[in-house]
């Protein structure tokens, strides 16, 4: 969904865009907040649980203080680079997003590196013990490539384009770092093919269905990092269904 005018000011309570403040857009499904680039007063603004994806709209609210991202579809640090022209942003909530990663620590030392003004970080205060330790362990972050400025969700086209295998080249693979990869593979057990997984193909052709079936795993657990618990929930009752019509179809075929 995207961000438009009308419910701008109407949840401003403005007459003009170039009048608000403050905005609070909480839980409101917005995928597209390029709209506040025509906000240059914006001081506040909270967009806690929607699916934004990219920060870079809010690069041109150059009075912003306060930024409430919470559970988004922020994928990378890197979009922090678009805070860093902000001078007196001081407050920045921006957990449960993909791009915290699995290393707290990195992830607030990063933050706090390149954003060096901040006075709280997810609704906790900035030390300057904190700010000292983040110049040595956190790491410096730069513009994301991007084509265009849309706010889409990167992340879960990214996801899905892995799961269509049907263009996928002999080279081609998800492009995880060596890190994630490990890490998204370790989470979903998946070892090397053996001998007898596929019997009655080729290897080339059981290597490829290999793949195929690691790819679409690991867009799956991607998937999942942004479901709330109906979402799981729902996801569970259909692995179940799935996995006893497996099982039945199993016991059908022993008794053959």
Not at 1 to 22: D, I, P, Q, Y
Not at 70 to 76: E, L, T
Request: net charge negative.
């Amino acid at each position: 969904m995207k961000l438009t005018r009308k419910m701008v000011l109407s949840r401003a309570k403005a007459s003009e865009l170039h009048n608000v403040r403050k905005l609070n857009c909480w839980g409101s499904r917005l995928t597209d907040i390029s709209i506040c680039r025509e906000m240059p007063s914006l001081e506040v603004i909270t967009l806690s649980v929607n699916s934004v994806s990219t920060l870079e709209p809010v690069s041109q609210c150059q009075q912003l203080s306060e930024l409430y991202l919470r559970r988004n579809r922020i994928a990378s640090l890197t979009e922090l680079s678009y805070l860093k022209g902000l001078p007196h942003l001081r407050v920045l909530w921006l957990a449960e997003n993909p791009c915290c990663g699995a290393d707290p620590h990195l992830y607030r030392m990063t933050v706090l590196r390149n954003l060096p003004n901040l006075q709280k970080l997810d609704n906790q205060a900035v030390t300057e013990e904190e700010l000292s330790r983040a110049v040595m362990e956190g790491e410096e972050v730069t513009a994301p490539s991007r084509e265009g400025t849309g706010n889409g969700r990167p992340e879960l086209s990214y996801a899905l384009s892995a799961v269509d295998t049907t263009a996928e080249t002999p080279g081609d693979r998800l492009s995880f770092g060596d890190e994630e990869e490990t890490r998204l593979s370790g989470q979903l057990s998946l070892r090397p093919p053996t001998r007898d997984w596929f019997p009655s193909f080729p290897q080339k052709e059981a290597s490829s269905s290999l793949k195929n079936r690691d790819n679409v795993l690991m867009a799956i657990l991607l998937l999942l990092r942004d479901l709330d618990t109906e979402g799981l929930e729902a996801v569970h009752q259909t692995v179940v269904s799935r996995l006893q019509a497996l099982h039945r179809q199993e016991l059908r075929e022993d008794m053959e």
